[in-house]
């Protein structure tokens, strides 16, 4: 009787367990399938998303939107441009965007040591770091990208010049961005005139149909001076003067460029002459009273010894006898010509020293003369302690810098001595002044003619 019921008992103990069992295995099924049901609506979300996402890129492209990057290879550091521009009816291309980089190092600096490989790695691996934090993955193949050199690689010998073009173009094929060894080069001064007038007047909109007049420019570099305006002469009273089709209007562009009138390259020459003459001791464009080890533009083994005098007119003078020397100085062949161009954007290391005492943007000849007579006559403690961060150079040259500017523009070129016809400025709605932008246009018009951008 006992056994029997021993038995009953298990026999339903067993019955409770499997029913227990077939609900579990019931709901484990009700769970998994509800997991897969989850898991698959992800997925379809997922890729619902993915083909959204790859759609409105794959529209925002073809509807027009096109890429290009501009390295310029100047001679007081290494620049980026990332643009990204609009593409109308498959003919005209208008800048949206610009985004801009600087490596405080040049080429020819990278070279001047047995690191030259490295050197110039470095330089490349932040450029090209800050373009591919623009420029999306899938947008880069067809990218294009150029390098351009100016004053900083004219200056070097031809063997030199290959060398550091050799080092990049090596840099760039390797790169995911559409790259040909053609694309890195040497432009010549008149170009890099020729490219920033059309940076300047493409940005301030002088080429619409509304506009009735253009502006002329002024870029002051390190190693070279460029002037770029429109002007009634043709060509052929004037090889400096190039023909230009932009918008159904014909252009007369005067573009020249002055190799070794950019401000780093004349302070070199400057303080060259003064070692050579035993005048480092009296230097009129330094501090008076102070004797300091300057280093003269940056480069290595660049470093001299100078007391100064700390004069304005002084360093004027000096200024006025080296340029003459270096550049046999002619006053009759500089005037202007035929122009009715009114205004001149300054821009480069003209903008840079005038921002530095924080002048206007139209400053005249006297706001100049003022600040330059005040630098230069002040205490080196002083000019070091409230100059301590000076754009694009070092607080011991101001006095110099302001100096040769204002020799530049009133004594050289014999600009407008109430300063009505000159702007000094960098940017325009955030977008900024050089010969890149220009270059960059032309380089990707070229290309739009041969189909290469669409």
Not at 16 to 30: C, G, R
Not at 247 to 266: C, I, N, P, R, W
Not at 417 to 439: D, I, P, V
Request: proline share 1%; glycine share 6%; net charge negative.
């Amino acid at each position: 009787m006992d056994s029997k019921l021993r038995e009953s008992s298990r026999s339903e103990k067993n019955k409770v367990i499997e029913d227990q069992e077939s609900k579990n295995i019931s709901k484990l099924k009700l769970c998994s399938t509800q997991v897969f049901s989850n898991s698959l609506l992800y997925l379809i979300l997922f890729a619902v998303i993915s083909i959204f996402l790859y759609m409105e890129r794959s529209t925002v492209t073809s509807s027009g939107l096109r890429y290009g990057v501009i390295i310029d290879a100047g001679s007081s550091g290494t620049r980026v441009h990332v643009s990204l521009f609009t593409l109308q009816g498959g003919e005209t291309l208008n800048l949206e965007e610009d985004h801009y980089f600087e490596v405080k190092q040049s080429l020819s600096m990278c070279f001047q040591n047995s690191s030259s490989v490295t050197n110039v790695g470095y330089v490349f691996s932040k450029l090209l770091s800050f373009v591919r934090s623009i420029v999306p993955e899938v947008e880069r193949p067809r990218t294009p990208i150029f390098l351009k050199a100016t004053a900083g690689l004219r200056l070097m010998d031809t063997d030199m010049i290959e060398t550091v073009l050799d080092a990049t173009r090596g840099i760039l094929v390797a790169s995911e961005f559409s790259f040909e060894p053609s694309r890195a080069n040497v432009i010549d001064g008149v170009d890099e005139s020729l490219y920033g007038w059309i940076t300047v007047n493409s940005l301030m909109s002088s080429f619409s149909k509304e506009s009735h007049h253009t502006f002329g420019i002024l870029d002051l570099g390190g190693g070279s001076l460029q002037i770029a305006y429109d002007t009634n002469y043709s060509y052929d009273e004037d090889e400096s003067i190039r023909e230009l089709f932009v918008a159904d209007k014909t252009y007369h562009v005067y573009s020249q460029s002055f190799l070794g009138m950019g401000l780093l390259e004349f302070r070199r020459r400057m303080y060259k002459l003064l070692e050579e003459t035993g005048e480092l001791t009296r230097n009129p464009c330094f501090y008076s009273g102070a004797t300091e080890r300057i280093d003269v533009d940056g480069r290595e083994q660049s470093f001299v010894n100078t007391s100064g005098t700390g004069d304005f007119d002084s360093c004027l003078s000096l200024i006025n006898d080296i340029f003459t020397k270096e550049f046999g100085f002619d006053r009759e062949s500089r005037k202007l010509l035929n122009t009715t161009v009114d205004t001149f954007i300054a821009f480069a290391y003209f903008f840079d020293r005038i921002y530095t005492f924080g002048l206007a943007s139209q400053s005249s000849r006297s706001d100049l003369e003022e600040v330059g007579r005040y630098i230069c006559s002040e205490e080196w403690h002083v000019v070091q302690n409230s100059y301590a961060s000076v754009r694009n150079g070092g607080s011991e040259h101001l006095c110099f810098d302001m100096a040769y500017i204002y020799f530049l523009l009133y004594d050289f070129l014999e600009f407008d001595r109430t300063g009505k016809n000159t702007w000094f400025l960098q940017t325009y709605h955030g977008k900024e002044f050089g010969w890149s932008l220009g270059a960059l246009f032309h380089e990707m018009n070229l290309l739009l003619l041969e189909k290469e951008v669409l």
